[in-house]
């Protein structure tokens, strides 16, 4: 019952950003928890507007006395929370995603770090669904995917299994953790090519060029394909509410990246002009 308090605690402050029980120091503090009279402050929480659902689910979770605080199984089934998740449901993969997590083994490491540095630079409000369809399949909550995670991933994206599944899943695994984590799954859902990811090629491209200059030196796409799109961010390049954290999988400074290609080889193919 303390890890539903503790959950109370973090919707409150949620909901109102700060905590329920505020003093001057920690023996105040836990006298104002502890005393039976003593409540959070409930009427600020009906003047920022939230429901009566709302704030009945977060008042059982602060309960003082253990016996009438809701266990995990019963505050799962509350009402409110149930209609809350009505209203943002697991949406079904697209074909564009079905199609990119398809030929992830396909793909040059050159567009792998290219996907990298999209996801780095995307709103978080921009991956809700792919967020929502992530912690669908992270059955162990452990904010990454095992190898039976992938399995079923793939299953319920309807990829036909004969295209060998363990191909795809290694692919994914850019940094052979043996796990795929949450970039790595982001990323691998991504594909360039639609309509709704052509705003973000900009993106790609201001983190490979690390000096900002407007064109990519050899240096320059050398580094990011070999330490990775987070390697040397330019300054004053991080917007508001980008995700943070993002890591690509980084290829040693060898002759070969992992796609069998040379940094020189990508770099002819790009550079059509020759300059």
């Not at 449901?89 to 074909?95: A, G, L």
């Not at 921009?126 to 991933?153: I, T």
């Not at 639609?194 to 580094?223: I, N, P, Q, W, Y």
Request: with cysteine; proline share 6%; hydrophobic share 40%.
């Amino acid at each position: 019952k303390s890890d539903i308090w503790s959950v109370g605690v973090m919707l409150f402050q949620l909901m109102l950003g700060e905590l329920p029980y505020r003093a001057d120091n920690i023996l105040l503090q836990a006298n104002l928890v502890c005393n039976p009279r003593r409540h959070p402050p409930w009427h600020r929480l009906a003047k920022r507007k939230w429901s009566l659902g709302a704030r009945w689910f977060c008042q059982q979770l602060l309960l003082k006395d253990e016996k009438q605080r809701p266990s995990a199984a019963s505050a799962m089934q509350d009402s409110w929370l149930s209609k809350a998740a009505e209203m943002h449901p697991t949406e079904p993969p697209t074909e564009n995603e079905r199609d990119a997590m398809n030929h992830q083994h396909l793909q040059s490491h050159l567009m792998k770090m290219a996907m990298f540095a999209v996801t780095s630079q995307m709103n978080l409000s921009n991956l809700h669904h792919l967020n929502l369809r992530f912690k669908h399949f992270d059955s162990s909550g452990d904010g990454r995917l095992s190898h039976e995670e992938m399995l079923q991933v793939l299953k319920e994206m309807r990829i036909p299994l004969g295209e060998d599944p363990e191909l795809i899943i290694e692919a994914l695994d850019g940094d052979r953790s043996g796990y795929i984590e949450y970039s790595e799954f982001i990323a691998g859902c991504l594909d360039l090519a639609s309509d709704g990811m052509r705003e973000h090629l900009r993106d790609a491209f201001e983190v490979f060029d690390l000096d900002g200059s407007g064109c990519l030196t050899f240096d320059e796409l050398s580094k990011v394909l070999t330490e990775g799109p987070n390697s040397a961010p330019a300054s004053g390049r991080t917007a508001g509410g980008a995700v943070q954290g993002i890591r690509p999988p980084l290829a040693r400074p060898s002759v070969l990246l992992p796609d069998g290609r040379t940094v020189d080889e990508v770099m002819r193919a790009l550079d059509a002009g020759g300059t």
